[in-house]
Protein backbone atom coordinates (compact mmCIF):
# COMPACT_ATOMS: atom_id res chain seq x y z
CA UNK A 1 0.00 0.00 0.00
CA UNK A 2 1.67 3.18 -1.13
CA UNK A 3 2.04 6.05 1.77
CA UNK A 4 0.05 8.52 0.05
CA UNK A 5 -3.35 5.79 0.03
CA UNK A 6 -2.43 5.42 3.99
CA UNK A 7 -2.38 8.74 4.57
CA UNK A 8 -5.73 8.78 3.34
CA UNK A 9 -7.27 6.15 5.24
CA UNK A 10 -5.94 7.48 8.22
CA UNK A 11 -6.97 10.95 7.70
CA UNK A 12 -10.27 10.19 6.47
CA UNK A 13 -11.53 7.04 8.56
CA UNK A 14 -14.46 8.54 10.18
CA UNK A 15 -15.79 9.23 6.81
CA UNK A 16 -15.08 5.58 5.74
CA UNK A 17 -16.70 4.47 8.61
CA UNK A 18 -20.10 6.47 7.01
CA UNK A 19 -18.98 4.67 3.67
CA UNK A 20 -18.22 8.31 2.11
CA UNK A 21 -14.24 9.64 0.75
CA UNK A 22 -13.97 12.67 -1.42
CA UNK A 23 -11.21 10.67 -2.66
CA UNK A 24 -11.60 8.85 -6.56
CA UNK A 25 -13.54 5.46 -6.00
CA UNK A 26 -10.21 3.37 -6.40
CA UNK A 27 -9.45 4.23 -2.50
CA UNK A 28 -13.39 4.65 -1.17
CA UNK A 29 -14.67 1.85 -0.19
CA UNK A 30 -18.95 1.97 0.16
CA UNK A 31 -20.28 -0.53 3.11
CA UNK A 32 -23.39 1.02 4.49
CA UNK A 33 -25.16 2.24 0.89
CA UNK A 34 -27.83 5.00 2.12
CA UNK A 35 -31.29 3.93 0.19
CA UNK A 36 -32.76 6.94 -1.52
CA UNK A 37 -36.86 6.69 -0.96
CA UNK A 38 -39.82 8.23 -3.13
CA UNK A 39 -40.53 12.23 -1.11
CA UNK A 40 -43.71 10.73 -0.13
CA UNK A 41 -42.60 7.65 1.42
CA UNK A 42 -40.59 10.56 4.22
CA UNK A 43 -41.70 11.14 7.71
CA UNK A 44 -43.13 14.48 7.95
CA UNK A 45 -39.38 15.33 10.14
CA UNK A 46 -37.61 13.42 7.65
CA UNK A 47 -39.40 15.72 5.51
CA UNK A 48 -38.67 18.93 7.58
CA UNK A 49 -35.00 18.12 7.70
CA UNK A 50 -34.21 18.20 4.04
CA UNK A 51 -36.22 21.22 3.63
CA UNK A 52 -34.36 23.00 6.93
CA UNK A 53 -30.96 22.07 4.94
CA UNK A 54 -31.40 23.51 1.80
CA UNK A 55 -32.92 26.73 3.51
CA UNK A 56 -29.60 26.74 5.63
CA UNK A 57 -27.12 26.28 2.64
CA UNK A 58 -29.06 29.36 1.46
CA UNK A 59 -28.12 31.48 4.85
CA UNK A 60 -24.42 30.64 4.25
CA UNK A 61 -22.34 32.93 2.48
CA UNK A 62 -20.74 32.80 -1.28
CA UNK A 63 -17.81 31.03 -1.30
CA UNK A 64 -14.66 32.27 -3.24
CA UNK A 65 -14.36 29.06 -4.60
CA UNK A 66 -16.58 29.46 -7.75
CA UNK A 67 -14.95 29.91 -10.58
CA UNK A 68 -16.68 29.77 -13.58
CA UNK A 69 -14.96 28.31 -16.86
CA UNK A 70 -17.32 29.12 -19.47
CA UNK A 71 -16.84 32.08 -21.88
CA UNK A 72 -19.80 34.34 -20.88
CA UNK A 73 -20.64 34.94 -24.15
CA UNK A 74 -21.08 31.36 -25.05
CA UNK A 75 -22.77 30.64 -21.19
CA UNK A 76 -24.93 34.00 -21.44
CA UNK A 77 -24.97 34.04 -18.08
CA UNK A 78 -25.02 37.17 -15.85
CA UNK A 79 -21.31 37.90 -13.22
CA UNK A 80 -21.34 36.07 -10.32
CA UNK A 81 -22.59 38.03 -7.77
CA UNK A 82 -20.53 38.29 -4.51
CA UNK A 83 -23.39 38.74 -2.50
CA UNK A 84 -24.92 35.69 -2.68
CA UNK A 85 -25.18 32.58 -0.92
CA UNK A 86 -23.56 29.38 -0.80
CA UNK A 87 -27.25 27.87 -2.59
CA UNK A 88 -26.76 30.61 -5.39
CA UNK A 89 -23.36 29.37 -5.97
CA UNK A 90 -24.22 25.69 -6.44
CA UNK A 91 -26.89 27.08 -8.98
CA UNK A 92 -24.54 29.11 -11.01
CA UNK A 93 -22.46 25.89 -11.47
CA UNK A 94 -25.70 24.86 -13.63
CA UNK A 95 -25.44 28.09 -14.92
CA UNK A 96 -21.98 28.36 -16.33
CA UNK A 97 -21.98 24.29 -17.46
CA UNK A 98 -25.23 24.45 -18.85
CA UNK A 99 -24.04 23.76 -22.88
CA UNK A 100 -21.53 21.40 -22.06
CA UNK A 101 -23.78 19.24 -19.58
CA UNK A 102 -27.23 19.09 -21.96
CA UNK A 103 -27.30 17.31 -24.87
CA UNK A 104 -23.41 16.02 -24.43
CA UNK A 105 -22.39 12.73 -22.89
CA UNK A 106 -21.97 14.40 -19.70
CA UNK A 107 -25.90 15.25 -18.99
CA UNK A 108 -26.01 11.42 -17.13
CA UNK A 109 -22.90 11.77 -15.73
CA UNK A 110 -22.86 15.48 -14.60
CA UNK A 111 -26.33 15.46 -12.61
CA UNK A 112 -25.66 12.06 -10.81
CA UNK A 113 -22.04 13.99 -9.96
CA UNK A 114 -24.20 17.37 -8.85
CA UNK A 115 -26.81 15.59 -6.94
CA UNK A 116 -24.41 13.46 -4.98
CA UNK A 117 -22.76 16.97 -4.04
CA UNK A 118 -25.88 18.95 -3.04
CA UNK A 119 -26.40 16.28 -0.60
CA UNK A 120 -22.92 16.07 0.65
CA UNK A 121 -22.93 20.14 1.13
CA UNK A 122 -26.53 19.39 3.14
CA UNK A 123 -24.36 16.70 5.53
CA UNK A 124 -20.76 18.96 5.84
CA UNK A 125 -22.25 22.05 5.96
CA UNK A 126 -25.57 21.81 7.48
CA UNK A 127 -25.81 18.37 9.58
CA UNK A 128 -28.18 16.86 7.54
CA UNK A 129 -28.63 12.92 7.97
CA UNK A 130 -31.13 11.48 5.95
CA UNK A 131 -30.79 10.11 2.70
CA UNK A 132 -31.35 12.13 -0.45
CA UNK A 133 -35.19 11.66 -1.69
CA UNK A 134 -36.38 11.70 -4.96
CA UNK A 135 -39.68 12.72 -6.89
CA UNK A 136 -41.33 10.43 -8.57
CA UNK A 137 -42.80 12.81 -11.08
CA UNK A 138 -45.00 9.43 -12.85
CA UNK A 139 -47.14 9.02 -9.90
CA UNK A 140 -48.26 12.60 -10.78
CA UNK A 141 -48.22 12.24 -14.77
CA UNK A 142 -51.75 12.36 -14.73
CA UNK A 143 -52.87 15.47 -12.59
CA UNK A 144 -49.93 17.29 -12.02
CA UNK A 145 -51.68 20.67 -11.26
CA UNK A 146 -53.59 18.94 -8.56
CA UNK A 147 -50.78 16.44 -7.00
CA UNK A 148 -50.38 16.51 -3.54
CA UNK A 149 -47.05 17.50 -3.76
CA UNK A 150 -48.01 20.64 -4.30
CA UNK A 151 -50.76 20.77 -1.94
CA UNK A 152 -47.81 20.94 1.11
CA UNK A 153 -48.64 24.24 2.38
CA UNK A 154 -46.66 23.01 6.12
CA UNK A 155 -44.36 25.63 6.47
CA UNK A 156 -41.41 22.88 7.86
CA UNK A 157 -42.68 19.81 6.06
CA UNK A 158 -44.17 21.15 2.78
CA UNK A 159 -42.82 22.25 -0.74
CA UNK A 160 -45.12 24.68 -1.39
CA UNK A 161 -47.68 24.65 -3.70
CA UNK A 162 -47.97 27.29 -7.08
CA UNK A 163 -46.92 30.73 -7.17
CA UNK A 164 -49.54 33.17 -6.89
CA UNK A 165 -49.55 35.63 -10.32
CA UNK A 166 -50.26 38.89 -9.19
CA UNK A 167 -47.18 38.03 -7.46
CA UNK A 168 -44.75 37.37 -10.63
CA UNK A 169 -45.93 33.35 -9.68
CA UNK A 170 -43.90 33.62 -6.17
CA UNK A 171 -44.76 30.57 -4.14
CA UNK A 172 -46.81 31.42 -1.03
CA UNK A 173 -46.88 28.74 1.27
CA UNK A 174 -44.18 25.35 2.33
CA UNK A 175 -40.81 25.08 3.24
CA UNK A 176 -39.54 27.93 0.53
CA UNK A 177 -41.66 30.26 0.64
CA UNK A 178 -39.23 32.91 1.40
CA UNK A 179 -36.31 31.59 -0.26
CA UNK A 180 -34.86 34.34 -2.28
CA UNK A 181 -32.49 33.76 -4.86
CA UNK A 182 -29.60 35.60 -7.16
CA UNK A 183 -30.35 34.61 -10.54
CA UNK A 184 -30.76 36.41 -12.93
CA UNK A 185 -31.71 38.72 -10.58
CA UNK A 186 -32.70 38.82 -6.72
CA UNK A 187 -36.17 37.42 -6.46
CA UNK A 188 -38.24 34.87 -4.33
CA UNK A 189 -38.66 31.11 -5.55
CA UNK A 190 -41.50 30.82 -8.21
CA UNK A 191 -43.74 28.21 -10.07
CA UNK A 192 -46.11 28.78 -12.75
CA UNK A 193 -48.15 25.32 -13.37
CA UNK A 194 -47.86 25.15 -17.57
CA UNK A 195 -49.67 22.46 -19.33
CA UNK A 196 -48.74 22.72 -23.01
CA UNK A 197 -44.89 24.77 -21.96
CA UNK A 198 -44.28 24.24 -26.46
CA UNK A 199 -46.36 26.33 -27.75
CA UNK A 200 -44.08 29.71 -27.14
CA UNK A 201 -40.81 27.52 -28.54
CA UNK A 202 -41.61 27.26 -32.08
CA UNK A 203 -38.92 29.49 -33.16
CA UNK A 204 -36.48 27.09 -31.63
CA UNK A 205 -35.51 23.85 -34.61
CA UNK A 206 -35.43 21.32 -31.84
CA UNK A 207 -38.75 21.21 -30.94
CA UNK A 208 -41.43 19.86 -33.32
CA UNK A 209 -44.42 19.20 -31.17
CA UNK A 210 -45.30 22.13 -30.02
CA UNK A 211 -49.00 21.29 -29.13
CA UNK A 212 -47.63 18.14 -26.71
CA UNK A 213 -49.00 18.06 -23.29
CA UNK A 214 -46.37 18.09 -21.32
CA UNK A 215 -47.53 15.24 -18.93
CA UNK A 216 -47.96 12.98 -21.53
CA UNK A 217 -43.93 12.35 -22.06
CA UNK A 218 -43.47 11.26 -18.06
CA UNK A 219 -46.28 8.55 -17.93
CA UNK A 220 -45.93 5.31 -15.94
CA UNK A 221 -45.75 3.87 -19.27
CA UNK A 222 -42.91 6.38 -20.96
CA UNK A 223 -41.03 5.69 -17.62
CA UNK A 224 -41.01 1.18 -18.22
CA UNK A 225 -39.78 2.03 -21.91
CA UNK A 226 -37.21 3.62 -20.82
CA UNK A 227 -35.80 1.56 -18.20
CA UNK A 228 -36.29 -1.22 -20.08
CA UNK A 229 -34.86 0.05 -23.32
CA UNK A 230 -31.99 -1.77 -25.52
CA UNK A 231 -29.72 -3.24 -23.02
CA UNK A 232 -26.16 -1.70 -23.79
CA UNK A 233 -27.44 1.56 -26.10
CA UNK A 234 -26.28 4.74 -23.91
CA UNK A 235 -27.34 6.96 -26.50
CA UNK A 236 -30.38 5.61 -27.26
CA UNK A 237 -31.26 5.13 -23.46
CA UNK A 238 -30.49 9.03 -23.13
CA UNK A 239 -32.24 10.77 -26.11
CA UNK A 240 -35.03 8.69 -24.67
CA UNK A 241 -34.90 11.08 -21.31
CA UNK A 242 -33.79 13.76 -22.99
CA UNK A 243 -35.45 14.73 -26.46
CA UNK A 244 -36.12 17.98 -26.69
CA UNK A 245 -40.32 17.19 -25.55
CA UNK A 246 -39.03 14.30 -23.33
CA UNK A 247 -39.48 13.73 -20.15
CA UNK A 248 -36.62 15.89 -18.70
CA UNK A 249 -37.34 19.03 -19.92
CA UNK A 250 -41.47 18.34 -19.81
CA UNK A 251 -40.69 18.31 -16.03
CA UNK A 252 -39.12 21.48 -15.98
CA UNK A 253 -41.18 23.24 -18.39
CA UNK A 254 -44.50 21.84 -17.06
CA UNK A 255 -43.58 23.18 -13.45
CA UNK A 256 -42.96 26.45 -15.08
CA UNK A 257 -41.02 29.74 -12.94
CA UNK A 258 -37.63 29.04 -11.95
CA UNK A 259 -37.59 25.39 -12.95
CA UNK A 260 -38.20 26.29 -16.19
CA UNK A 261 -35.84 29.07 -16.50
CA UNK A 262 -38.54 32.09 -17.24
CA UNK A 263 -36.99 35.33 -16.62
CA UNK A 264 -38.46 36.72 -13.27
CA UNK A 265 -40.34 40.77 -13.66
CA UNK A 266 -37.59 42.80 -13.40
CA UNK A 267 -34.76 41.13 -15.44
CA UNK A 268 -32.80 42.88 -17.75
CA UNK A 269 -33.17 42.53 -21.88
CA UNK A 270 -29.80 40.45 -21.18
CA UNK A 271 -31.92 37.80 -19.59
CA UNK A 272 -32.27 34.75 -21.61
CA UNK A 273 -34.77 31.96 -20.68
CA UNK A 274 -34.06 28.28 -20.50
CA UNK A 275 -32.56 25.87 -18.13
CA UNK A 276 -29.56 27.78 -16.88
CA UNK A 277 -31.11 28.91 -13.29
CA UNK A 278 -33.53 26.07 -13.22
CA UNK A 279 -31.42 24.79 -10.50
CA UNK A 280 -32.92 27.35 -8.31
CA UNK A 281 -35.52 25.37 -7.29
CA UNK A 282 -35.11 22.87 -4.90
CA UNK A 283 -36.90 20.24 -6.72
CA UNK A 284 -34.64 20.71 -9.65
CA UNK A 285 -33.27 18.07 -7.38
CA UNK A 286 -35.72 15.82 -6.48
CA UNK A 287 -36.27 15.85 -10.41
CA UNK A 288 -33.35 14.70 -11.00
CA UNK A 289 -32.78 12.58 -8.39
CA UNK A 290 -35.40 10.31 -10.43
CA UNK A 291 -33.68 11.18 -13.78
CA UNK A 292 -30.39 9.10 -11.86
CA UNK A 293 -33.25 6.94 -10.95
CA UNK A 294 -34.62 5.74 -13.97
CA UNK A 295 -30.53 5.53 -15.44
CA UNK A 296 -29.72 3.52 -12.51
CA UNK A 297 -33.00 1.23 -12.77
CA UNK A 298 -31.88 0.53 -16.87
CA UNK A 299 -28.31 0.07 -15.77
CA UNK A 300 -29.44 -2.53 -13.43
CA UNK A 301 -31.71 -4.32 -15.75
CA UNK A 302 -29.01 -5.79 -18.12
CA UNK A 303 -25.32 -6.41 -17.36
CA UNK A 304 -24.89 -4.80 -20.85
CA UNK A 305 -26.24 -1.64 -19.73
CA UNK A 306 -24.19 -1.44 -16.47
CA UNK A 307 -20.78 0.30 -18.03
CA UNK A 308 -22.54 1.22 -21.47
CA UNK A 309 -21.35 4.98 -22.29
CA UNK A 310 -20.70 7.06 -25.09
CA UNK A 311 -21.05 10.24 -25.82
CA UNK A 312 -19.53 13.74 -27.36
CA UNK A 313 -18.32 16.91 -25.51
CA UNK A 314 -19.92 19.32 -27.76
CA UNK A 315 -23.89 20.45 -27.46
CA UNK A 316 -25.10 21.50 -30.92
CA UNK A 317 -28.32 22.75 -31.34
CA UNK A 318 -28.51 24.37 -34.43
CA UNK A 319 -30.80 22.75 -35.94
CA UNK A 320 -32.96 18.90 -36.02
CA UNK A 321 -30.52 17.61 -38.51
CA UNK A 322 -27.79 18.09 -35.78
CA UNK A 323 -29.69 17.15 -32.95
CA UNK A 324 -30.09 13.72 -34.59
CA UNK A 325 -26.57 13.58 -36.18
CA UNK A 326 -25.01 14.24 -32.49
CA UNK A 327 -28.36 13.42 -29.83
CA UNK A 328 -26.01 13.63 -27.15
CA UNK A 329 -22.95 15.64 -28.19
CA UNK A 330 -20.34 16.34 -31.38
CA UNK A 331 -16.66 15.15 -30.46
CA UNK A 332 -14.44 15.21 -29.01
CA UNK A 333 -15.89 12.47 -27.27
CA UNK A 334 -15.63 11.89 -23.72
CA UNK A 335 -15.04 8.19 -22.34
CA UNK A 336 -14.89 6.98 -18.87
CA UNK A 337 -11.63 9.18 -17.79
CA UNK A 338 -13.06 12.32 -18.33
CA UNK A 339 -13.35 14.54 -15.83
CA UNK A 340 -16.37 16.07 -14.46
CA UNK A 341 -16.29 20.31 -14.59
CA UNK A 342 -16.95 21.42 -11.17
CA UNK A 343 -16.22 25.08 -11.09
CA UNK A 344 -13.69 24.68 -8.40
CA UNK A 345 -17.06 23.92 -5.78
CA UNK A 346 -16.55 20.60 -5.77
CA UNK A 347 -13.94 17.86 -5.74
CA UNK A 348 -13.28 16.75 -9.42
CA UNK A 349 -14.02 13.40 -10.43
CA UNK A 350 -13.90 11.24 -13.76
CA UNK A 351 -17.16 9.77 -15.19
CA UNK A 352 -15.76 6.23 -14.00
CA UNK A 353 -16.29 7.22 -10.63
CA UNK A 354 -19.81 7.97 -10.34
CA UNK A 355 -20.92 5.16 -13.12
CA UNK A 356 -21.47 2.87 -10.52
CA UNK A 357 -23.63 4.04 -7.53
CA UNK A 358 -22.40 1.97 -4.80
CA UNK A 359 -18.86 2.33 -6.40
CA UNK A 360 -17.21 4.45 -3.05
CA UNK A 361 -17.37 7.81 -4.25
CA UNK A 362 -21.35 6.86 -4.65
CA UNK A 363 -22.83 5.21 -1.78
CA UNK A 364 -26.34 5.08 -2.42
CA UNK A 365 -28.81 2.70 -3.83
CA UNK A 366 -32.74 3.55 -4.91
CA UNK A 367 -35.34 1.52 -2.99
Known amino acids: MSNTLGLCKLLLLPLFVLGFCAVRSQTAICTHPSVRREWRKLTYPERAEWIAAINCLAKLPHTNAL???????????????????????????????????????????????????????????????????????????????????????????????????????????????????????????????????????????????????????????????????????????????????GPHASVHLIIGGDLAGQCPAGSPPTCVPGPTFSANEPMFFLHHAMVDKVWFDWQNKHPASFWSYKGGSVENLTSLQALKDYPNGMPPELILDSTIPADGMFPEVTIRDVMNTTGGHLCYVYE
Open 67 to 245: TPSVDPSISNIPPVNTSSSYWDDIVYVHMDLNTKIHYTGLFFPFHRFYVNAIETAMKERCGYTGAFPYWNWSIDAHDVENSPIFRESDPISGLGGWGDPAKDIQVQDGGFRHLEVAYPIPHILRRNFTLQPFLPLGGLPMFTNLTQYANESFTPEKVREMVEWTPGDFVGFQVSMEQPE
